[in-house]
């Protein structure tokens, strides 16, 4: 199976844990330079209280006083703003990490180990803020009442067990691993005459071997604008097959191989071809 998350770098390399701000870097070079708070007021025309709490991070450092920052004491005002957009950035970034921390319990609506053991969520790292962040990205969303607003409702038609409790968090991870792989997958506009043309072919194949038909089927699908993915499914989904639009020109039929057999699979596949 294509690994969904490097496919979509889903998950950055480390970043810093702590957030600098610009001012420890202009108390650095008023040491060398010898300059006091005082005099870098008097220099940029800023009350030495603004000074005092540009240097501890708690006002932000602006375009117009990086500019002063500049005459008065050379460094580039595009650098003392790159300075200060880092810091937000990570600051940012941290408190949305506290955040993650305390929607940890949403993870165990989400069949986590099995997204490791697909390769679909990396091995490290594994704490909990990490997992919410790793699966917000997966999903594409930004907080788990995004999450549930999304994905609880999806616009596809499936075909689905009804024997068994079904798991809303395994169904939701099942169509967003078909989403990702169907949107890798150049097809072309889809047309129904295109289909409806294509179909008496289609129903060929059933009497050939999964070697044979698999490939062929995929292409043809692909030619009719539909993106065919097979995903295997999720413990909890119950998923034998789904239908959705991707965009206006391009359907997603996804299919799990549940039961195993040739004739579930066409039977699954020629009723989500139904839905379109």
């Known amino acids: 199976m294509t690994n969904v998350a490097n496919d979509r770098h889903f998950f950055p390399a480390l970043e810093p844990d702590v957030a600098i701000p610009p001012g420890e870097t202009i108390r650095d070079l008023l040491e060398e330079l010898g300059m006091t708070q005082a005099e870098l007021a008097r220099r940029t025309g800023l009350s030495p209280k603004h000074i005092n709490q540009l240097l501890h991070g708690v006002v932000p450092l602006t375009a117009e006083t990086a500019q002063k920052l500049e005459l008065a004491i050379g460094t580039p005002a595009r650098i003392w703003m790159r300075l200060e957009a880092d810091f937000q950035a990570v600051a940012s970034r941290l408190e949305q990490e506290r955040e993650f921390a305390a929607d940890a319990a949403w993870l165990s609506e989400l069949p986590v180990r099995e997204l490791v053991r697909r390769n679909v969520l990396p091995e490290e790292p594994k704490d909990r803020p990490s997992r919410v962040r790793q699966l917000l990205a997966f999903f594409g969303v930004a907080s788990p009442t995004a999450w549930r607003e999304v994905w609880f409702d999806p616009a ?81 989904a119950r998923m034998s097959g789904a239908t959705r639009w991707l965009s206006p020109t391009k359907v997603l039929i996804q299919l799990s191989l549940r039961y195993k057999t040739d004739d579930q699979l066409w039977f699954t596949f020629f009723h989500e071809v139904g839905h379109v």
Request: charged share 25%; hydrophobic share 45%; glycine share 6%.
């Open 156 to 236: 596809a038609a499936y075909r689905q067990s009804k024997a068994f409790d079904i798991n809303a968090g395994a169904v939701a991870t099942w169509l967003r691993m078909g989403e990702v792989k169907g949107r890798a997958i150049e097809t072309a506009l889809f047309r129904r005459e295109t289909l409806r043309v294509a179909l008496p072919d289609l129903r060929t194949l059933t009497r050939e071997s999964v070697e044979v038909f698999e490939p062929a089927l995929k292409h043809a699908c692909a030619e009719c604008g539909i993106a065919l993915v097979f995903v295997s499914d999720i413990p909890g």
